[in-house]
């Protein structure tokens, strides 16, 4: 019974001092859920014709994105399947913030669109789950601490849930449809509740990963039996000059498809400092990324670098692989369609908890007075 009292203190006062950053996350976060299939099915030049021969050289779709944002870098070439569109992301922070991305005809190399990706909707809606649309130093900081308090919710709504007796537990798993809109509306806070925890934990935990270093470290330090999370070291390159015959960025390329013939993708990182390395990252399928392999190459000779963290998958530690499934775990996508649906479902279930959860106090609170 005590526990049961401090649980329901807790739950009571941190679910109204969260409720509304909580609804706004679960929101945003269930709508995000499916944007790749959104996106495709509304943006027609993100698909295009396949075409019985290669896609251009990189460098030559570079040359093309630039001529389109003359004043900006381009940061990233993300190359799919035969029916995809090339596209080339423009991003920057500073001096003045700009994320454009350029869509290019990979055979022909006709711009199919310039985009400015900071109007996009589904840019938007991610800047409301990250960051409540407030400066990022700011409201990254309210999410982040929300997202901790909301962890404690979860754990003192399960111990209130948790029934007495025999008797609470047949009614505990399911809603009463047919009763009054009070119990109707505690059922669905309670029950739902229930259920949607036990995913939303998921999507919870791997979101504290990101938020806060210690629950990074601890996450690491947990799935590889004690290790300490390593820092990861970019291999550099020394400064020479490049082969004007062939472009290191084509060859590098073309050694990444020959050794990857059914990639889904292929992003390539494009180079801020002379000395850094090319960085590519491969994905074997559409729908998760963890699986993906980093090859590092030299920029002026197109040389492979070999690298001990963060290369290929296959290679990866327990840890490393933890860290990798971050975000399939975050969002379903690790359980596949019926684990996405799952989260989708379940993000819906908590954005109305806020809405229930103050439904029922207010009664308690009309109650007593």
């Given at each position: 019974?005590?526990?049961?009292?401090?649980?329901?203190?807790?739950?009571?006062?941190?679910?109204?001092?969260?409720?509304?950053?909580?609804?706004?996350?679960?929101?945003?976060?269930?709508?995000?859920?499916?944007?790749?299939?959104?996106?495709?099915?509304?943006?027609?030049?993100?698909?295009?014709k396949?075409?019985?021969?290669?896609?251009?050289?990189?460098?030559?779709?570079?040359?093309?994105?630039?001529?389109?944002?003359?004043?900006?870098?381009?940061?990233?070439?993300?190359?799919k399947?035969?029916?995809?569109?090339?596209?080339?992301?423009?991003?920057?922070?500073?001096?003045?913030p700009?994320?454009?991305?350029?869509?290019?005809?990979?055979?022909?190399?006709?711009?199919?669109?310039?985009?400015?990706?900071?109007?996009?909707?589904?840019?938007?809606?991610?800047?409301?789950?990250?960051?409540?649309?407030?400066?990022?130093?700011?409201g990254?900081?309210?999410?982040?601490?929300?997202?901790?308090?909301?962890?404690?919710?979860?754990?003192?709504?399960?111990?209130?849930?948790?029934?007495?007796?025999?008797?609470?537990?047949?009614?505990?798993?399911?809603?009463?449809?047919?009763?009054?809109?009070?119990?109707?509306?505690?059922?669905?806070?309670?029950?739902?509740?229930?259920?949607?925890?036990?995913?939303?934990?998921?999507?919870?935990?791997?979101?504290?990963?990101?938020?806060?270093?210690?629950?990074?470290?601890?996450?690491?330090?947990?799935?590889?039996?004690?290790?300490?999370?390593?820092?990861?070291?970019?291999?550099?390159?020394?400064?020479?000059?490049?082969?004007s015959?062939?472009?290191?960025?084509?060859?590098?390329?073309?050694?990444?498809?020959?050794?990857?013939?059914?990639?889904?993708?292929?992003?390539?990182?494009?180079?801020?400092?002379?000395?850094?390395?090319?960085?590519?990252?491969?994905?074997?399928?559409?729908?998760?990324?963890?699986?993906?392999?980093?090859?590092?190459?030299?920029?002026?000779?197109?040389?492979?670098?070999?690298?001990?963290e963060?290369?290929?998958?296959?290679?990866?530690?327990?840890?490393?692989?933890?860290?990798?499934?971050?975000?399939?775990?975050?969002?379903?996508a690790?359980?596949?369609?019926?684990?996405?649906?799952?989260?989708?479902l379940?993000?819906?279930?908590?954005?109305?908890?806020?809405?229930?959860?103050?439904?029922?106090?207010?009664g308690?609170?009309?109650?007593?007075?």
């Open positions: 019974m005590i526990v049961k009292k401090i649980s329901g203190w807790l739950h009571l006062w941190l679910g109204l001092l969260s409720g509304l950053v909580v609804l706004i996350v679960a929101v945003t976060g269930a709508i995000y859920e499916f944007q790749p299939e959104i996106t495709k099915l509304t943006q027609p030049y993100l698909t295009v396949a075409e019985d021969k290669l896609f251009l050289p990189i460098s030559d779709i570079k040359a093309i994105a630039l001529k389109q944002l003359p004043n900006k870098q381009p940061i990233r070439i993300i190359l399947g035969k029916t995809d569109a090339v596209v080339v992301l423009f991003f920057a922070k500073k001096p003045e700009y994320y454009y991305n350029v869509y290019i005809n990979p055979y022909t190399g006709k711009v199919l669109s310039v985009k400015n990706m900071r109007e996009d909707f589904f840019t938007i809606i991610l800047a409301g789950h990250m960051h409540l649309w407030l400066p990022e130093t700011i990254a900081v309210i999410v982040a601490y929300a997202t901790l308090i909301f962890l404690l919710i979860i754990i003192t709504g399960i111990i209130l849930w948790w029934p007495r007796n025999k008797a609470r537990l047949k009614t505990s798993f399911k809603v009463k449809w047919n009763a009054s809109p009070k119990r109707l509306n505690y059922d669905l806070h309670n029950v739902l509740g229930f259920y949607a925890s036990w995913i939303i934990l998921f999507a919870v935990l791997t979101a504290l990963v990101w938020c806060f270093q210690w629950a990074a470290n601890a996450e690491y330090w947990l799935v590889s039996g004690g290790k300490t999370k390593p820092k990861l070291v970019q291999p550099k390159t020394a400064v020479s000059a490049i082969d015959q062939q472009h290191p960025l084509n060859v590098i390329v073309s050694k990444v498809v020959k050794a990857y013939p059914k990639a889904a993708g292929i992003l390539v990182s494009l180079l801020a400092k002379d000395s850094a390395a090319v960085v590519v990252r491969v994905y074997p399928n559409a729908t998760t990324f963890y699986q993906s392999d980093n090859l590092y190459f030299n920029q002026y000779t197109a040389e492979a670098i070999p690298v001990k963060n290369g290929k998958y296959a290679q990866a530690t327990a840890g490393e692989k933890a860290v990798r499934m971050n975000y399939d775990i975050h969002v379903g690790i359980a596949g369609l019926p684990g996405r649906i799952a989260m989708f379940a993000s819906l279930v908590v954005a109305s908890l806020p809405v229930t959860g103050f439904i029922i106090w207010w308690k609170r009309k109650k007593k007075k």
